[in-house]
């Protein structure tokens, strides 16, 4: 089992699950991540990641798991996105529509052996997320896909990052409730 972990073996790994099947790579990038579809610049559809980091890379690839068709069409799949620094109600829905990708990217960290850690992503907000709260409801969400079946593009990568790094089958006991970690 390999314990480094490297944006290399990521951009491996990912590319060797998708980039036949959906003409799509995972692309280091210099600055903030993004997603853009192909066009006139690359054939390529490119799920760009900040500064090589693996964690980055893990987050960005689980929100192109949830992407559907027709949102890989979009830049960053058409959703809104609001900075650092948002109030409680920006905060609040920030976080209902992070809680499935970042379902996913626990699922992905423990398939290949990687930390985990829930993001608020407001470190200059005008009011304090609630961490435990917004990982219990992650959490939640992990055990929905473990109890009810992952979706088939987020298994095929967790099959691969097991294969990869030699890790054990996903189970319910590797996600500990948030008050134990």
């Known amino acids: 089992m390999s314990t480094t972990h490297h944006y290399d073996q990521l951009i491996a790994i990912f590319d060797g699950c998708f980039v036949d099947d959906f003409q799509t790579r995972l692309i280091k990038g210099d600055d903030e991540p993004i997603y853009l579809p192909a066009d006139e610049t690359s054939p390529w559809n490119r799920v760009v990641f900040a500064h090589g980091y693996y964690a980055s890379g893990l987050h960005e690839i689980s929100h192109w798991c949830i992407a559907g068709e027709a949102r890989r069409k979009l830049v960053d799949f058409g959703y809104w996105y609001c900075p650092d620094g948002r109030d409680a109600q920006t905060q609040s829905q920030f976080e209902s529509v992070e809680v499935k990708p970042q379902a996913l990217e626990w699922l992905f960290c423990v398939a290949a052996g ?68």
């Open 114 to 181: 990687f930390p985990f850690n829930v993001s608020c992503d407001n470190l200059e907000g005008d009011c304090e997320p609630d961490r435990i709260a917004f990982q219990r409801k992650v959490h939640a969400q992990v055990m929905t896909y473990l109890q009810q079946g992952i979706p088939a593009r987020p298994a095929r990568f967790i099959d691969a990052l097991t294969n990869y790094y030699g890790t054990p089958p996903l189970t319910a006991a590797q996600f500990p409730w948030p008050e134990d970690l």
